[in-house]
Structure formats: structure tokens, C-alpha cells
């Protein structure tokens, strides 16, 4: 979960992206994002990791950090 946290904090960033920029590019609240980004909530819907996989052009894997 830590790298997930960690990972999507940097690609948003890397874009110089607020995270309310970003909720409103992927549709996606606020309150969960700044919570996964803090390492505070799992995702548990498949198809928000597809979106933000698909959003940044990394592989889901990336974003759980199963690959490098």
C-alpha cells in the first residue's frame, strides 16, 4: 500500500497537478485520493485503478508496485 501511496503522489505531481486538478480530470473525490495518497485507504474498485492507470500510461502493476 505504501508504494501505491507513494507512486500516485509522484506521477500527480510529475504532471504538476493539484489533487483537486486531478479529481476533476478522472472523476474521482477528492477525499479519496488525498486518503490513498496518505497510505489511509486501500482502492477497492478495480476500474479507479484502470482509470488512473490509463490516466498516467503506466501499467496497473506500476501503480501497486508490483513492477518497477
Known amino acids: ?5 507513494k507512486r500516485l503522489k ?4 510529475a ?3 493539484s489533487v483537486i486538478a486531478l479529481s476533476k480530470e478522472i472523476d474521482i473525490p477528492v477525499s479519496t ?8 485507504t486501500k482502492i477497492r ?3 479507479r485503478l484502470i482509470i488512473l492507470a ?3 500510461k503506466v501499467t ?9
Open 15 to 17: 504532471k504538476n497537478l
Open 54 to 56: 490509463k490516466y498516467f
Open 45 to 47: 474498485k478495480l476500474q
Open 10 to 13: 509522484k506521477l500527480r505531481e
Open 1 to 5: 500500500m505504501e508504494k501505491f501511496a
Open 60 to 68: 496497473t502493476d506500476y501503480l501497486l508496485g508490483l513492477e518497477d
Open 33 to 40: 485520493l488525498i486518503c490513498w495518497e496518505k497510505g489511509k
